[in-house]
């Protein structure tokens, strides 16, 4: 079935660790996306990419990395800047951009830094 | 800049009850405008969506007007369920190059039997 996966779940790490996230597209979408999720905050952008090996900061970029070297797949890491990076996290894709485009979502990843 | 102002939650109704949330954007431009689902532990669905002026979005029950003069594009849906209690998220898009979707911060329903 086409979709969105992002893996693991749910992550745990130590404080000061570094620790991707992986997030796999089979849909043939251009576009990919990751935004963080906070209880009463909504969904932030963090990175996007239109095209393989492009990306773009979104509103939270500090403290996180990306890389696009292929279409079907998006990464992100959470550096040990990045000053409080418990949260969920969401990737999802779009087709290139058109007018009334929609978003694809995975299903989340819970990461807790201890 | 362009954002999206959604009702304070959480909203709590019984069985059958009507819901309304509303939705208002500020817009630079003519945005698509979208409803999404989130159900506990898991990632968003679309629920329905409208691009232009005047067009109502609707699925499962719910339904979406466009409204330009108001910038508004409140949720509806006539008799609502157990099944959804969820968190719903009003977003907006524009079609352009190098821009994503942006969300509002979400209103938590919850329905009780």
């Known amino acids: 079935d086409g979709g969105i996966t992002q893996s693991p779940k749910y992550l745990f790490r130590k404080e000061g660790q570094n620790v991707t996230l992986s997030c796999e597209q089979n849909?043939?979408?251009?576009?990919m996306y990751w935004y963080r999720q906070d209880p009463g905050q909504g969904l932030r952008l963090i990175y996007y990419?239109?095209?393989?090996?492009?990306?773009q900061k979104g509103d939270i970029a500090e403290g996180y990395s990306v890389s696009r070297e292929k279409k079907e797949s998006f990464p992100l890491t959470v550096t040990s800047a990045q000053k409080n990076p418990t949260a969920f996290y969401l990737c999802?894709?779009?087709?290139?951009?058109?007018?009334?485009?929609?978003?694809?979502f995975g299903q989340g990843t819970r990461l807790t830094v201890v | 800049g362009n954002s999206v102002t959604q009702m304070e939650g959480p909203v709590t109704l019984s069985e059958e009850a009507f819901l309304t949330i509303n939705c208002t954007y500020t817009a630079t431009g003519y945005p698509s405008l979208f409803w999404y689902v989130q159900y506990p532990g898991e990632g968003l669905q679309l629920l329905l969506k409208a691009t232009k002026a005047d067009d109502k979005g609707s699925n499962k029950g719910f339904e979406a007007t466009y409204r330009k003069e108001t910038t508004s594009f409140h949720l509806e849906k006539g008799s609502v369920q157990v099944s959804d209690s969820a968190v719903y998220f009003c977003?907006?898009?524009?079609?352009?190059?190098?821009?994503?979707?942006?969300f509002g911060k979400g209103t938590t329903l919850s329905v009780s039997s």
């Open positions: 849909l043939n979408h251009d576009a």
């Open positions: 977003a907006l898009s524009f079609n352009q190059a190098g821009t994503a979707l942006i």
């Open positions: 999802a894709s779009s087709p290139r951009q058109g007018w009334g485009t929609e978003a694809f």
């Open positions: 990419s239109q095209i393989v090996n492009d990306f």
